[in-house]
T-cell receptor, first 114, second 114 residues
Framework: AQKVTQAQTEISVVEKEDVTLDCVYE???????LFWYKQPPSGELVFLIR??????QNEISGRYSWNFQKSTSSFNFTITASQVVDSAVYFC???????????FGGGTRLMVKP | DAGITQSPRHKVTETGTPVTLRCHQT?????MYWYRQDPGHGLRLIHY???????DKGEVSDGYSVSRSKTEDFLLTLESATSSQTSVYFC?????????????FGPGTRLTVL
């Protein structure tokens, strides 16, 4: 069975601070996919990124970056120079079926204060 | 926007009453899912469908049934609602993108069982 752990239930930062959201996963499968979703206060789920288990390259997209380390089974998400609009709940998720049937972590609520 | 709608968006019902939630998609996707979101648990898979009349159980299927008689509609039924089924319910579809599948979520249905 798969498991995703987001140990930080809530993080509060002041605008312009950098913040890292942790995600640790467990799976026996050698091929798997990792995801991050954002859920703003309006409630919808917004896809942010997908990574495959065979691609450990880190990725940067604007102020967002992701660090994937198979050695520690982690897929951490960093927001640089946080903004109030980044306030949301962030979910890490895992799939062993090429994106079908996601296993989610419990989520991290990020509050960015002005 | 993956053309997913959910109805109703909000519902309040009483313990013991039957409830049916509807997920409708307009893009002819094969895979559809029902998740529930609860604080601390992230999203958990209830049931999924891989085609018309083809469904299977997810992680938290007890107390729920589903039906898919048309490609575009996936119904989730609570035969006799209980207070523990108070939750936000999300429908999702899988869209194939290149060699991967990405899940896109509907806007959610907030269900309160009194």
């Amino acid at each position: 069975a798969q498991k995703v752990t987001q140990a930080q239930t809530e993080i509060s930062v002041v605008e312009k601070e950098d913040v890292t959201l942790d995600c640790v996963y467990e799976t026996r499968d050698t091929t798997y996919y990792l995801f991050w979703y954002k859920q703003p206060p309006s409630g919808e789920l917004v896809f942010l990124i997908r990574r495959n288990s065979f691609d450990e390259q880190n990725e940067i997209s604007g102020r967002y970056s992701w660090n994937f380390q198979k050695s520690t089974s982690s897929f951490n998400f960093t927001i640089t120079a946080s903004q109030v609009v980044d306030s949301a709940v962030y979910f890490c998720a895992l799939s062993i079926n090429a994106g079908n049937m996601l296993t989610f972590g419990g989520g991290t609520r990020l509050m960015v204060k002005p | 926007d993956a053309g997913i709608t959910q109805s109703p968006r909000h519902k309040v019902t009483e313990t013991g009453t039957p409830v049916t939630l509807r997920c409708h998609q307009t893009e002819n996707h094969r895979y559809m899912y029902w998740y529930r979101q609860d604080p601390g648990h992230g999203l958990r898979l209830i049931h999924y469908s891989y085609g018309v009349k083809d469904t299977d159980k997810g992680e938290v299927s007890d107390g729920y049934s589903v039906s898919r008689s048309k490609t575009e509609d996936f119904l989730l039924t609570l035969e006799s609602a209980t207070s523990s089924q108070t939750s936000v319910y999300f429908c999702a579809i899988t869209r194939a993108i290149s060699s991967y599948n990405e899940q896109f979520f509907g806007p959610g249905t907030r269900l309160t069982v009194l």
